[in-house]
Every structure is written in C-alpha cells, then in structure tokens.
C-alpha cells in the first residue's frame, strides 16, 4: 500500500492534469487522505517553503481580480483595463451576456461610473499596438469598485464576485 507520494515537477501543464482530481468541489472519491501542496522558491541564497492543502497555482483570471481587489491599484486607467477584462471574460467569453443590458438596471447615481467602465470596455487595448490610452472616468477608485461589485450583483452573480474576492484572501495570506 502507497503510504506517501512525492511529485516535483517543473512543468506546469503536468502540475496541473494532475491536480486535476484535487479541486476543490471536485474530489476524487478514489483518492483518500490529505494532500499537501508544496511550493519551493529560491531566493538569493536561500529557499522559501508555501505549504498549503490548496493549490496555490494562480490563473491569468485570478492575478486580475487580485489587482482589481488590491489595496492599492497603481493607476485609474489600469484599474479600469482590468475590470475590462474581467467583464469581457466572465460575461462575454464564459456567458455569452449582453452587458448594457445591466447597465439599464444600475441606479441612476451609478449610472455614469458603469458608462465609463462600459466604454472603457468598447474603447479597446485588444492588441499589443495599442498606442491609445482612453477612459471618461477620472474619479475615486473605491466608487469605481463600489460600481464593479454592484454589476455583478445586478447582472445576478454575486456569488462568482463573492467567491473570487474569497479566492484573492486565500492566496494573499
């Protein structure tokens, strides 16, 4: 009987594949006991040791909303190409939805920060010679956020806003 397994790998698509089974709401039922999660990292002289029972592996997506959930982001226009490609991402690509249509629904105070992240959205930065710099929205990055997060609940996902700001503390502690 298999007591323990190590893997190392540098190879990512590998990593992945095999932790496949170990997702969280996805578990195996073939597989018993507990699985460790082991992040090696050198640095100068020495090596930092991540241990987790959580992959630790973050997806393009996720160091999006980690940006656009920080503290501190760097620039208004930054912030505003972030939240862009989440919109594009999770309503257009992944669900197919019309976005003005929540639009039609925020409050009349909101309405003028969701057009300028609209229009950000439709304005472009899709190629790398993207020599344009272009946003409506010059104002406080927390309403901007305040408008972001009511989107997501006006559009009816809450859940999947609620679950990637739960998935960003995760993988900041």
Not at 8 to 35: M, S
Not at 101 to 119: G, Q
Not at 128 to 153: A, Q, S, T
């Amino acid at each position: 009987m298999i007591k323990q397994v190590v893997l190392l790998t540098h190879n990512l698509f590998f990593y992945l594949n095999l932790i496949e089974p170990y997702k969280e709401g996805r578990r195996n039922k073939n597989v018993k006991g507990n699985v460790n999660f082991i992040h090696l990292k050198r640095a100068d002289i020495k090596t930092i040791i991540r241990q987790s029972n959580e992959n630790m592996i973050e997806s393009s997506y996720e160091l999006l909303w980690s940006y656009v959930l920080s503290a501190d982001p760097i620039h208004a226009q930054i912030l505003l190409n972030t939240m862009r490609r989440i919109l594009d991402d999770f309503f257009d690509t992944f669900l197919g939805t019309d976005k003005w249509s929540v639009y039609d629904n925020m409050s009349e105070k909101d309405k003028p920060l969701c057009r300028a992240l609209l229009s950000n959205v439709n304005a472009g930065s899709h190629s790398i010679p993207d020599d344009f710099n272009f946003g409506d929205w010059d104002g406080k990055v927390d309403d901007l956020k305040r408008v972001f997060k009511e989107f997501f609940r006006i559009a009816g996902y809450p859940k999947h806003y609620e679950a990637m700001e739960l998935r960003t503390k995760k993988l900041e502690s």
